[in-house]
């Protein structure tokens, strides 16, 4: 075979088509099995590779027949009397060189290597899997290849596939983890039922509240063993009427304690179940003693003696009743709300600090001591009580004010640096005039700083605002007189 015309192995149209070609067949198979015939070899190749390479020892080819079906997109005639290596990229040379070492060393075949040919210099490669066998007395070598392109296209069309999944049942876990919190949130007792099986398929925390059993015991109990109607209609039946109807409410009792409940049903379609969503209430029947409980508390609002107001979390006014416009001298309500709370306080933003700041550390704060200011200058003395409270997502504050001006403003006990006259007077004539108004500024400044820091809870910034004085000269008096040691034990 060495003795070949390269150049007219090149022009031989069998370099691109593995069927029998006659006497092209015969110079490259003959020999081979000398009791086969060449084109019996020739189509054993075809229907066993789509392409098949004749290499010298070196590496160098020779011979080369590809599938017409291969389409590898360049003219593979032009790689005949070429090194191989230059067909190759730069993974696929060092597993190539291993495999000629191989045979050199006198293997008769090498197993499957898949080996990546270049084809241009776009950087497109053909990935192929090549057996390797040694033939002939020359040393020759026949590399049988399996194109892998279209295994190559599957495996890529099996990832696309996989990372489809993945994006789906993420948005599916995502989904499940927002049901599951707004479910846990939820307040009301909420029950998801499956209409063909009448079975509860999950409940939330204020479900497993209102019947007494585990959440888990709940998912998969029958709808008739949590609720039932009086008379013989099916329960499940008078909820899908209902929610089909778009409003309105089916009235059932608890099955364990009877308790009336109203339940509320929305139906939907999923995965091709029918399924209800049925939400629980205790029973608001107009014998209730009172009236519903929003009723009450607007009642009290509105005709309380005590001033009361409502205001945002930076103090704007929301709401009034009469009795605060009353001590605030003001004709009507929207003529406070959107005001902010400080300036209708004696002193202004400080006390509207202690206040809100309080509240929001410690939810209340009671019996705050301050005036309130009216519309034409007057001050009326008052306790205030404020609460925090949520509506919706936003916090507002709750404020109850009780008139002090006829109740003795000195409840809490006197404190401990009283100044005591008749040690004052016993001073007179011992030391001089200076000395005794000094000793006495020093007890009363004293007794203000501790009244500051009580009133404001301890707020040092609070109380240095309060006093008027900043907060490193308001440290310097709490070592002075052993307040701040005092706190900090």
Partial sequence: ??????????????????????????????????????ELMSGLISGISDLALLLRSDGRILELRAKPTLNPGVDMSLWVGKPMRDYLNRE?????????????????????????????????????????????????????GRDLRPMAEMQQ?????????????????????RLRVLMAAQPE?????N??????????????????????????????????????EDLTDRLIDVAAAGEGKVTAQLAASGMDVD????????????????????????????????????????NSPDAMIFTAADGAILSANGSFLDLADIGQEQDVRGRPLAEFLNRGGVDASILLENAERSGVLRLFATKIIGAHGGARPVEISITRLRAGSETIFALVMRDASRVDAVRAKPPSGSVDMGSVIDLIGKQSLKDIVARTTDVIEKMCIEAAVELTSNNRVAAADMLGLSRQSLYVKLRKYDILKRDEG
């Fill in 195 to 232: 209409v063909a099986r009448r079975e509860v398929t999950e409940a939330n925390a204020a479900a497993a509240s209102l019947f007494g059993r585990r959440q888990d015991v709940l998912a998969g109990s029958p709808l008739h063993a949590l609720l039932h109607r009086e008379g013989d």
């Fill in 157 to 177: 069309q099996l990832v696309s596939i996989q990372i489809s999944l993945e994006r789906d049942y993420e948005k599916q876990r995502d989904t499940e983890t």
């Fill in 1 to 38: 075979m060495s003795g070949r015309d390269d150049a007219k192995r090149t022009a031989d149209p069998a370099v691109r088509d593995m069927s029998p070609a006659g006497g092209a067949a015969e110079a490259w198979f003959g020999g081979m099995l000398p009791d086969a015939q060449a």
């Fill in 189 to 193: 007792a909420c029950l998801f039922v």
């Fill in 92 to 144: 696929s040379l060092v597993k190539f060189d291993r495999c000629l070492a191989t045979l050199r060393q006198g293997s008769a075949a090498v197993p499957l290597t898949e080996l990546n040919h270049r084809l241009g210099s776009d950087g497109h490669e053909m990935p192929v899997s090549y057996s390797f066998h040694r033939i002939g007395a020359d040393g020759e070598i026949l590399m049988l």
């Fill in 263 to 302: 339940v509320f049903p929305s139906s939907f379609r999923t995965s091709g179940t029918h399924m209800l969503l049925c939400r629980v209430e205790r029973r608001r029947a107009g014998r209730e003693v009172g009236g519903p409980m929003e009723d009450r508390l607007a009642g009290l609002f509105a």
